[in-house]
């Protein structure tokens, strides 16, 4: 009998596992994605029923107050998906598109956060840093996943940057810094 | 020793024939590891070289988009759309079924532009002065030393024109490179043949 209880709580273990939404799976395909299917991976395979698009705009004020908190720049305008639940009111996820200049061109990362802030994913589709690739792979990113506003975002302390390729480092570590910030002051 | 109008590769003492070949092999490794850089980065053909550098409809949109990011009106959130449904992705003509070929910027192409011009300098003069000591016929020897440097920097024009201009230019580019590599691949083995094989009294026919 004993046997069979532990059997049955591994399977219910196991189910319960396997019906969460895997993590970071776009970070994890190393490379460029499109965006219909980083948008489709990153809030309707974590539950949300419908999509709508909004727009954050931060001027140079507001960019100027965020910097002194946060110690990053955000000026800018920013593109947002929210995933929308079936109740149609539940936002279950928010996709935060953040344009960054890298050295040799631009970066578009996509932060993927939850409701309550923290990155449960992330994903290129623009990826202009041809020597420092290795930037836009799960070994770097995945320093980023369950970071949220406030927490340090700094290359060589807590972030490490990758060798060889530390402005790429540095530029993707400030576009996920910009991603969570936007989320926190416009969208939470 | 002989003066320099009448230096001959295959009567260089032993110094200079080794100094040559070694600059000669050590070139050619870096060719090959350069053409290999090239096939696994780029392609060869001038459909591949117009992807790299021009890019693609979707991709010069997205670019052309991130390159100016205008911030207009007060700091706030504004709704864009209705909800829609993930299907609708499909079909949003904004929406790229492929993923977004990043092409470079004009700083990212003048920094590979001038890295490029001082190697390829380097490498065609060594290549130069090689065939400048080789037995060759007059217009044959002027042609191989001028015809690399024209390539290369034809080849950088080729990158700018390709990238501002339209795709067409990629065909520049695979000439250029071309004639780059032919050059070398003609000096490699003149140069080689000359300072090794070819006896030291053949008539000098330049």
């Known amino acids: 009998m004993r046997r069979l209880n532990l059997i049955f709580a591994t399977a219910l273990v196991a189910v319960a596992l396997g019906a969460q939404p895997a993590v970071a799976q776009i970070a994890k395909t190393n490379g460029v994605v499109t965006m219909k299917d980083a948008l489709k991976e990153m809030l ?10 909004v727009s954050v705009t931060v001027d140079a004020d507001k960019s100027k107050a965020l910097a002194q908190t946060y110690g990053v720049e955000t000026a800018g305008t920013y593109t947002v998906y929210q995933g929308i639940g079936a109740d149609k009111s539940t936002v279950t996820g928010t996709v935060v598109i953040v344009n960054e200049q890298g050295k040799e061109g631009p970066l578009q990362l996509l932060v993927a956060l939850n409701p309550e802030g923290k990155i449960y994913d992330l994903g290129f589709t623009v990826f202009g840093e041809d020597k420092g690739k290795s930037a836009s792979t799960w070994g770097f990113l995945k320093q980023f996943v369950e970071k949220k506003a406030g927490d340090p975002f700094v290359v060589g302390n807590d972030i490490d940057g990758v060798s060889g390729a530390t402005w790429s480092s540095n530029s993707v570590t400030s576009a996920a810094e910009r991603g969570v910030v936007v989320f926190a002051e416009f969208l939470k | 020793m002989d003066s320099l109008p009448t230096m001959r590769l295959s009567r260089l003492p032993m110094a200079f024939k080794l100094l040559f070949t070694a600059a000669l092999m ?54 864009e759309s209705e909800e829609f449904s993930f299907d609708d992705l499909d079909t949003d003509e904004s929406m790229s079924d492929e993923p977004i070929v990043s092409i470079p910027t004009f700083e990212a192409l003048v920094s590979e532009g001038h890295f490029h011009l001082f190697g390829y300098t380097t490498i065609f003069f060594v290549c130069g002065l090689v065939i400048a000591l080789a037995d060759l016929r007059g217009w044959l020897k002027n042609a191989l030393i001028v015809a690399p440097f024209a390539a290369s920097v034809l080849d950088i024009w080729s990158m700018l024109l390709t990238r501002f201009v339209g795709a067409g230019f990629a065909w520049l580019l695979v000439v250029s490179g071309m004639v780059m590599a032919m050059s070398f ?21 330049s």
Request: charged share 20%.
């Open chain 2, 185 to 205: 691949l003609l000096v490699f083995v003149i140069g080689i043949y000359q300072l090794w094989f070819l006896h030291p009294h053949t008539n000098d026919i």
């Open chain 1, 44 to 53: 309707q395979n974590h539950g949300a029923a419908t999509l709508k698009k």
């Open chain 2, 26 to 79: 050590t070139l050619g490794t870096g060719y090959i590891f350069a053409l290999s850089n090239i096939a696994l980065k780029i392609g060869f053909s001038p459909d591949q070289a117009a992807e790299r550098y021009y890019g693609n409809e979707a991709s010069r949109r997205v670019m052309e988009g991130l390159e100016e990011t205008p911030v207009e009106g007060e700091a706030g959130v504004s709704e």
